[in-house]
């Protein structure tokens, strides 16, 4: 069966899991287990431990099926991970598989510890009862959900006031996880596994308890600070234990927090292609803007997306104004210099567009997917009133001037036409019926239609179908692109 025969991601993603297991490959989803049905579903991310030894082997089975790498800035970047993402082109879903070559963990933003357990993890596998996927035993997994408690749970000054009120002061969301392994985990094994790298004396296997995990323990004040003493005790015990095996140490550490925090405020996910640049052109009735909105939170869920409108900004306070001024200069009996201030709101509209445009080519060139609302063409300038072009009077002195703007504003990559014939248009939007507004309306067909066939980078959408054909056609000509 061919990746495009399946009939869901699901099945999409389970062969990709049957082949890597048909070719031996040593692997294991290894946390968060309990999650697998929204996964396979593509609603969150796998978590996959791959042996180091395999990967190159992993990698080429991930592209065998369409799967694609993806970049992240380095608030998001570590050694010994990877992301690949994956598409299911009958439904148009995502899938991300988060690839891990050691476990690596620590605070959020902060993953400076690499466990020393990857080979112990991957050599006791077992095959999911659900789905054709390996995943960490439940001794292992709640071993490792225990140690990564310890590390993102932080003493501090609301932790205390917390553990006094006898509430659960772990990460959020582990409720549900380590319910999970409670039902499937041999306890006595995965303390043994704890015992044997902290020693018998370590609390570590104490700490739902020190933590109250399910918050369900009912205790007094004085057993709350208690186990708000022991709770440091025990962080201290795994620190020192695991010191050896941080990524960074000290003033580094320090300097490489400080760097991921001031990436986070630039932060880039980008295909392995780098960035794009994409128009949606598309005449009334073409379902252009709920088309963009749609495709934009499509691609931001595992993608950095700018969308930028490329229309006539009739908000923007700078063209407002001049827009006042001319029609106030005309009541005035200044019809010349009315017009040449309306003329001159055409220049400033054009140059807004060229700042668009170099924002544009910044934010492609950081790797992010760049969507234009509309986009000016050469093939809107014959319009009476083009759409997205030059709008000044060929005898106007302000003529060259925009022009010399709109010519330094480089087409996108690929202009998404959503065709729409005039009858389909009109139906979709009654009160466009008049003649007027239908002549304005085909006027604009006819200039798109120009636009296909002058631009080799046109992809034509026929947007008279239903919307989840037209949606499904659009996320797979974007995909080609990422």
């Not at 709640?142 to 501090?156: C, E, N, V």
């Not at 917390?162 to 006595?188: C, H, M, Q, R, T």
């Amino acid at each position: 069966m061919s990746k495009n025969d399946t009939d869901t991601p699901e099945q999409d993603i389970q062969n990709i899991f049957r082949q890597l297991n048909v070719e031996n490959l040593s692997y294991c989803h290894w946390k968060s287990n309990s999650h697998l049905n929204d996964s396979f579903s593509g609603e969150t991310d796998f978590d996959l431990l791959v042996a180091q030894k395999d990967a190159d082997e992993f990698r080429r089975v991930l592209t065998k099926y369409g799967m694609k790498r993806r970049w992240s800035t380095a608030d998001k970047a570590y050694s010994f991970m990877e992301d690949y993402i994956g598409f299911h082109e009958p439904s148009g879903a995502m899938y991300h598989f988060h690839i891990h070559y050691k476990i690596i963990t620590g605070q959020r933003y902060d993953k400076n510890y690499v466990l020393p357990f990857s080979d112990q993890v991957l050599s006791s596998t077992i095959d999911n009862a659900n789905y054709t996927i390996k995943t960490s035993n439940p001794e292992w997994e709640l071993a490792l959900l225990l140690i990564r408690i310890a590390l993102k749970t932080q003493p501090t000054l609301r932790n205390f006031v917390k553990v006094l009120a006898g509430k659960n002061i772990a990460p959020s969301n582990i409720d549900e996880e380590y319910e999970y392994l409670l039902e499937k985990a041999d306890l006595a094994k995965s303390k043994s596994y704890l015992d044997d790298f902290f020693g018998a004396s370590s609390l570590i296997s104490q700490l739902p308890d020190i933590v109250n995990l399910t918050g369900r323990i009912e205790k007094s004040s004085l057993r709350g600070l208690a186990d708000f003493f022991s709770f440091i005790l025990l962080r201290m015990q795994v620190l020192s234990k695991l010191a050896n095996h941080r990524c960074r140490t000290g003033t580094e550490h320090r300097r490489e927090k400080r760097a991921r925090g001031i990436y986070k405020t630039i932060s880039v996910r980008s295909g392995s292609k780098g960035g794009i640049r994409v128009a949606f052109i598309g005449a009334d009735g073409a379902g252009k803007s709920s088309t963009i909105e749609i495709i934009s939170k499509w691609l931001s869920w595992k993608y950095s997306v700018s969308s930028l409108y490329m229309g006539i900004p009739k908000n923007h306070s700078g063209v407002i104004a001049l827009r006042r001024l001319a029609g106030l200069t005309r009541k005035l009996g200044m019809g010349k210099f009315g017009q040449f201030i309306m003329e001159l709101q055409w220049v400033y509209i054009a140059y807004l567009r060229y700042r668009l445009h170099v924002r544009s080519i910044q934010a492609s060139n950081t790797g992010k997917i760049v969507i234009f609302d509309r986009h000016p063409h050469a093939a809107f300038s014959e319009m009476k009133e083009p759409m997205d072009g030059s709008r000044v009077a060929k005898e106007s002195p302000l003529k060259s001037l925009e022009e010399r703007l709109y010519s330094r504003i480089d087409p996108p990559d690929a202009f998404f036409v959503l065709n729409v014939d005039l009858e389909t248009s009109v139906a979709r939007k009654p009160e466009h019926g008049t003649e007027a507004t239908k002549k304005m309306i085909q006027t604009k067909i006819s200039a798109i239609d120009v636009l296909c066939r002058s631009e080799n980078n046109a992809v034509v959408i026929d947007s008279c179908r239903h919307r989840d054909l037209v949606l499904r056609d659009i996320k797979k000509a974007l995909w080609g692109f990422l």
